[in-house]
């Protein structure tokens, strides 16, 4: 089986670029996430700096509708997103193993002779499965991650005296 360099630029527009559309409300969809789930530390400081102290009733219950609000949203956003990206995951490992398994059949018959059938069978399935976890969690993870990181970063700096 003849080897091929697979190099960023050939996954980026073979894997990435047709599927731009999605990735860009995906990326969206994370940033709303991650932005959502820090409402929760903030709110803790707004109850222990300012309500608490002061026993404001009215600033609690709005306070806690943001938190529940942005609980939603969250939840939300996760579900779109892990569905959005789940979806896709599976139609791209159904295509790669098409391509994959067309690409084997083309060899020549004494190609089959030598190779193993169990290495040719774990080719067409399990080696594609690596792009669904890179497609559907490790993006997910890695943006995730970076936003998070920024976003909390800002705030950090925003809200330090």
Known sequence: MPKRK???S???KTIMWPRRKLLAIGIVLIFISRLSSLVLPYASKILID??????NMDLLYKLLGVVVLALVLQAGTSFLLTRLLSVEAQLLISELRAQVQKQILSFPVRFFDNAKSGELVSRIMTDVEGVRNLVGTGLVQLFGGIITSIISLGILIYISP
């Not at 300012?50 to 026993?55: A, F, H, R, W």
Request: aromatic residues 8%; charged residues 15%.
């Open 6 to 8: 697979v190099t960023i």
């Open 10 to 12: 050939h996954v980026f």
């Open 50 to 55: 300012d309500i608490i102290p002061e026993g």
